[in-house]
């Protein structure tokens, strides 16, 4: 109630012109705390009626679009984790098919190698059969025109040493013959001390 008296002699002593001291200058009137209470009630009515709801549906609308945005983050990061997994399953499937294809690789190679070895050692083992054949062939036909050279020519060299023919075939080939093994003989003894 003091209040309200020093309010009203504050009042009285401001309409009467005299000064106010004291704790006094601080209290506003009654009237100013009426009318600023009365104020304060309707723009606090209008703000809880009006302006509170709008501002709690805002900021409810912006909490559901950031939970929103915070699920469909999540949903991304679940999709790309697995896309994630997915491709490093991906990748070690193709490493190991690489390595296998490579293993078959070396494998098939290595068979490759293997029957063209065998089949060059054949190859080579026929020709090297062939050239020996040829090579006996040709000796042997060199060995028939020799003996029949040597032959004729001893024949002849013998008729001019003994001075008579040799024409007869048997006493020929028995001359021919001792002929050629006293050559072979001396080749033999040749070639054992030239080793």
């Known amino acids: 109630m003091t209040f309200f008296t020093t309010g009203t002699t504050v009042l009285a002593a401001a309409a009467s012109g005299a000064e106010v001291e004291g704790i006094d200058l601080f209290l506003p009137p009654l009237y100013d705390v009426i009318g600023s209470a009365v104020v304060m009630a309707v723009i606090g009515f209008f703000f809880y009626k009006k302006i509170l709801p709008t501002f709690t549906a805002i900021l409810d609308e912006r909490t559901a679009k950031i939970e929103g945005g915070l699920l469909h983050a999540e949903e991304a990061q679940a999709e790309a984790n697995n896309l994630l997994a997915q491709y490093k399953e991906q990748l070690s499937e193709a490493r190991a098919e690489a390595a296998r294809i490579r293993e078959d690789a070396r494998t098939e190679a290595t068979g490759i190698v293997a029957d063209a070895r065998v089949k060059a050692t054949s190859e080579a083992e026929r020709i090297n059969d062939n050239a020996k054949r040829q090579i006996e062939a040709e000796r042997q036909a060199a060995a028939v025109s020799l003996r029949n050279d040597v032959g004729a020519l ?40 030239g080793k």
Not at 162 to 180: H, I
């Open 154 to 193: 001893a024949t002849e060299l013998a008729s001019k040493i003994v001075g008579e023919s040799l024409e007869d075939a048997a006493r020929q080939s028995r001359v021919v013959e001792r002929f050629l093994d006293d050559l072979e003989a001396s080749m033999v003894a040749t070639a054992v001390k």
